[in-house]
């Protein structure tokens, strides 16, 4: 019941309850089928509850078997009786609980085998199943059940010759000039700003009181803030941060509204609104870096700075070819994942939502964003953690699908080729980026990754295309700056749900 292209991919050893193994008979070379029968039903979001009942018949002779090899043994077996001289009676009595063991876990491991073979079940995890549990009885059928989480059922609709808009747009000088300025900035100076007034890519310092419900809850003293169009807390996010404060200067007081997030550990408080109230201090800008032959070389491994123009220039085409794959996977997802409707249970979700963030943050790399930018983005991920999970999900679910229907593989070959390019943008060797995915555990991603590209390559090959502008507002829209500090830390926010609920009751009563 293995499935290699899911997101877990999980191994269905025999520790986890699923068959590798087969019940080999003396009379015959091949396994033998067991006469069994099976019961499915649904018991929940993407999760069925089986139950196997395996016929008697195989497994009296299997144990006929087994103490026949012991009677006939040459070894001894009963104290006080020389080898081949002991009753069979008092042999079966003796070893009756190891042999029953014995027999059990071949049989479990057959029907398992026999299972993933004749059913149509393609798992998300190994089985809830626990062999130890599980008894030989001593007359009757054999029956075991477990409950496993499986992929959704649903019909794909037409795929094939898509209408979809496609992002364009021809990069000016003055795109590359933005663009070098970013890449740039962390091997620049912060110098006071003059005149001493806060825009986007300025860096504020500021002391910020937190308030809920009118309520101060936590106090941030002396932080100091990139100025992008949305901040992310460790908790929580303000999506117009950078159009609140524009233009404040020291001294100046402006009040921002953040989002808690959905993963919080108090329940009652996510998604809650909090406000944030920043007493700006100080406001900074980048001194640039002079484009020194050892600088350019070092950071991005050219020698001038026409070089690095191009360099630039390569940076915004992949990161527009990026954009573009974005946008069309997400207006595809909308038409054929329109059959996506069902639930995904929520232990589901939390067990899925590191190895989602990874992949994302593995795609942003490959599309050439700065560390600092895939940290905000991954900050927001984060934040919304079981959402983003969920919606990565379903576009998994469908593209599957539509690989599964095109017959389309990865190869090891594909792996390699992949890893090669990865190489090549980050300047590693191929080695170093395997071993790095290794260790990060996310060869398997990789791979998934892959399949759910050429699934989705297919699917654009056939579109056609409707072209626009891609703006400003969307090349740049997303910049997020971090603070690594709570909004509402987990002393405060259960304060504040506690007094919620005491306010809610006191309002019923």
Known sequence: ???????????????????????????????IKLKQSVELRDVGPCKKHVKVTVDRELIDERLDEKFTEIVRSDQPQVRGF?????????????????????????????????????????????????????????EGPFVYEFEIEVRPEFDLPEYKGLKLRRPTHAFTDADVDAEQKRLLESYGQLVPKEPAEVAV??????????????????????????????????????PDFGAKVAGAKPGDVREVEITLGDDLATEGLRGQKVQATFAIKDVKTIRQPELTRDLLEEAFGVSTPEGFREFVKTVLERRLEYTQRQVARQQVLETIGAA?????????LRRQARKTISRKVMEMKNSGMSDEQIKGRR?????????????????????QKVAEVEKIEIEEEDLDREIERMADRTGESPRRVRARLEKEDLIEALATDLLEQKALDLILAGATYEDYEWSATE????????????????????AADAADKAAGDSATS
């Not at 900050?379 to 593209?399: I, M, N, P, S, Y």
């Not at 500090?485 to 259960?494: F, G, I, R, T």
Request: charged share 25%; glycine share 4%.
């Open 475 to 494: 090349a740049g829209g997303d910049e997020v700056s971090t603070v690594t500090a709570d909004a509402m830390p987990e002393a405060q926010a259960q």
């Open 379 to 399: 900050r927001l991920l984060e934040q919304d953690a079981l959402k983003t999970t969920a919606a990565a999900l379903k576009e998994h679910f469908v593209l």
């Open 1 to 31: 019941m293995a499935d290699d292209t899911n997101p877990e991919a999980p191994a269905t050893d025999a520790d986890a309850g699923s068959a590798t193994a087969t019940v080999d008979a003396p009379a015959q070379d091949g396994p």
């Open 340 to 348: 996506a409707t069902w639930e995904l249970p929520q232990d589901m």
């Open 82 to 138: 020389r080898p081949g001289k002991a009753p069979r009676k008092l042999i079966e009595k003796q070893y009756h609980e190891s042999v029953s063991e014995e027999v059990k876990t071949q049989v479990l491991m057959a029907s398992l085998e026999q299972l993933a073979d004749e059913q149509v079940i393609a798992p998300l995890s190994p089985p809830d199943l626990d062999p130890g549990a599980i008894k030989l009885p001593a």
């Open 201 to 238: 890519n300025d860096y504020l310092t500021a002391d910020v009181a937190i308030s809920y419900r009118g309520k101060e809850i936590n106090t941030l003293k002396e932080v100091r803030v990139k100025v992008e169009k949305q901040l992310a807390l460790s908790d929580g996010v303000c």
